[in-house]
């Protein structure tokens, strides 16, 4: 049975600025009507410049986090952000394993705006071979697809179409994959794909000339799975979280957050 308000927890580090991370997960979920949980899995001392610093949760209380909360609250979808080291990731998959959410979101995050590093290498294998073939969709950008399939960089439309099928052969021929094509470069549209096997589905939006896009990966996967719960199905539920993420960053302009990559505006349709 669909909930009017499904009840969304997203696994995910802290960024101070409110741009990325679980801070910009939980204004997303609201602002698309969900119930927002959190678990954090990280700290980080970070603005819309750069990552200074990270200070991962031991494994173990994260783990406390997610029995206690799924103990008690019935979760409707599940959205994984920023992981860490392999410790981690093998944990989270084990629990969410156990406690089998209807959908998980999974947006492998590895290298921030600024370009730091958010995942230790040796994390990506087990990236692969843990997560992956549990979630319901996952939502690389083009660099991570990159990085997920060891591959050499995709730059236009005919290698998407390549990448998003070998990613969901890594998935085990199973679920979903949302790839996400904003960095290609000498394009006047965002096209995206989404992709279960059988079906190749596009979603294209006109770029907008700004700066402000700070944490759109983490907007996209929590807008996913605060609407998987209430949509008919997958693609509807992808090209609503499209057309969220293309109004967030059109209306980026209107906040004036930072000196650096200021985040995208997750309560446009709320302040006016």
Known sequence: ???????????????????????????????????????????????????????????????????????????????????????????????????????????????????????????????????????????????????????????????MEEAANDLWKMKGCTGWVYLKGGHQENVDHSMDLLYDGRHMIRYSAERTNTKNTHGTGCALSSALAALLPVSSDIPMAAREAKRYITQAIIHADELHIGHGHGPVHHFYAQWR
């Open 1 to 159: 049975m669909q909930t009017q308000h499904p009840t969304v927890l997203t696994i995910a580090g802290v960024d101070p600025s409110g741009g990325a991370g679980i801070l910009a997960d939980i204004k997303t979920m609201s602002s698309l009507g969900a119930y927002a949980t959190g678990v954090v899995t990280a700290v980080t001392a970070q603005n819309t410049v750069g990552v200074q610093g990270a200070l991962p949760i031991p494994t173990d209380f994260v783990v406390r986090q997610i029995d206690t909360l799924f103990e008690d609250v019935h979760i409707d979808s599940v959205k994984i952000g920023m992981l860490f080291d392999s410790n981690l990731i093998r944990a989270i998959a084990e629990r969410l394993r156990y406690w089998k959410p209807r959908f998980i979101v999974l947006d492998p995050v590895m290298v921030a705006k600024s370009g730091d590093a958010l995942l230790t290498r040796e994390a990506i294998s087990t990236l692969r071979e843990e997560l992956l073939p549990i979630s319901t969709i996952i939502t690389p950008n083009l660099p991570e697809a990159a990085e997920l399939l060891q591959a050499v960089d995709i730059t236009d439309d005919d290698q």
